[in-house]
């Protein structure tokens, strides 16, 4: 049973990101490393992930994107309502869904939606969004406590891991349990920085949780995407760890801490 793990989410085919933070994994002794999903989008090349992940023996549970190239599906089911974040959302996923072989199309479809594990004595729930909906935003600003201590009650769960929304965050709750958004490996997460972060867990007996920074070649990733034709406005979030897209989705509180 591990007693130290690491846990990301949205890679976003971000290989270059994905290789520095499983590197970082190793030199900070981690029993296992999952992933939350989302391993496409955003970024360049969707084939390089894959054999990281397999090299690695990284487990990973599906996320929206992963349903829709598994199952062939028409969009990502990124949950966006606005049409120019759903413009650039199409871009990605056609991007993606077009560079991702039969095989790893088969393996991302058959990935559970959600894993239950053991982390010392506390009972791990890693899910995508939320453990009630894949694609659910749950935002440290709008998501109350009251509903945090219901998800892990009905899902009996001391902890709850998520991703999906692309921003860290960490809430204690009631009873020595705990919500943990992971943060992503595939862009910043809108501070104006250039690094991105993935999460280590620890028990030894009380669960300690750090975010933790991954510095990576994103120059080089910005100039592989831009030969690969990718929008400019993402290319201009790796270079300057600000959003251009997917702003209309953000809660006040988290859109004022970024630049637009």
């Known amino acids: 049973m591990p007693e130290r793990i690491a846990v990301f989410g949205g890679v976003y085919n971000n290989y270059l990101a ?19 999903g989302d391993l496409g989008a955003f970024g360049p090349h969707p084939g390089r992930v894959f054999p990281l992940l397999f090299e690695h023996g990284v487990r990973c ?14 969009d990502c089911q990124c949950g966006y309502t606005d049409p120019r974040d759903n413009y ?5 996923y056609q991007y993606t869904f077009e560079r991702t ?42 998501t109350s406590t009251h509903f945090l201590e219901h998800l892990a009650e009905s899902y009996q769960a001391d902890v709850i891991l998520g991703t999906h929304t692309g921003i860290k965050w960490h ?29 280590l867990l620890h028990a030894h007996p009380d669960l300690q949780v750090d975010f933790i920074p991954v510095a990576y070649d994103h120059e080089r990733l910005a100039a592989e995407m831009r030969r690969e ?32």
Do not use: M
Request: net charge positive.
């Open 18 to 36: 994905l290789e520095a933070a499983l590197k970082d994994v190793r030199s900070r002794g981690a029993d296992a490393v999952y992933c939350l």
């Open 61 to 74: 549970i599906q996320g929206n994107y992963d349903n829709s190239i598994g199952n062939d599906l028409a």
């Open 88 to 92: 650039f959302a199409r871009i990605s």
């Open 101 to 142: 072989n039969p095989d790893n199309r088969a393996w991302l479809g058959q990935l559970p939606d959600k894993l239950r594990l053991s982390l010392g004595c506390y009972r791990l729930l890693l899910c995508h969004g939320s453990p009630r909906r894949t694609n659910e935003f749950l935002w440290e600003s709008t």
């Open 171 to 199: 809430r204690r709750l009631s009873g020595d349990r705990h919500f943990i958004n992971v943060g992503v490996l595939g862009r910043p997460e809108n501070d104006g920085r250039t690094s991105v972060w993935y999460t």
């Open 229 to 260: 034709g990718l929008p400019e406005e993402f290319v201009e979030t790796v270079l300057t760890g600000w959003w251009t897209t997917c702003l209309e989705v953000l809660p006040a509180k988290e859109r004022r801490r970024g630049k637009y």
